[in-house]
């Protein structure tokens, strides 16, 4: 998932976020987020989705 245009992220899209990856999972599917801004990386971290989604 590319996050070149997305300059803020909800709770409501964390949620979106977890539960997109706790669907693909069982098939194998891989979930990956690439090019987050500095912003959405701050909210990543501070919420501990960081440790939880695969970020690049």
Same mark, same amino acid.
């Given at each position: 998932?590319?996050f #070149?245009? *997305?300059?803020?992220?909800? #709770?409501?899209? *964390?949620?979106? *976020?977890? #539960?997109t990856?706790?669907?693909l999972?069982?098939?194998?599917?891989? %979930?990956?987020?690439?090019?987050?801004?500095?912003?959405?990386?701050?909210? %990543?971290?501070? #919420?501990? %989705?960081?440790?939880? *989604?695969?970020?690049?």
């Amino acid at each position: 998932m590319d996050f #070149s245009d *997305l300059d803020y992220i909800s #709770s409501a899209g *964390l949620r979106v *976020l977890i #539960s997109t990856q706790k669907k693909l999972k069982p098939d194998d599917i891989p %979930f990956v987020i690439i090019n987050v801004n500095d912003t959405v990386g701050g909210i %990543f971290r501070i #919420s501990g %989705f960081d440790k939880i *989604l695969k970020i690049e």
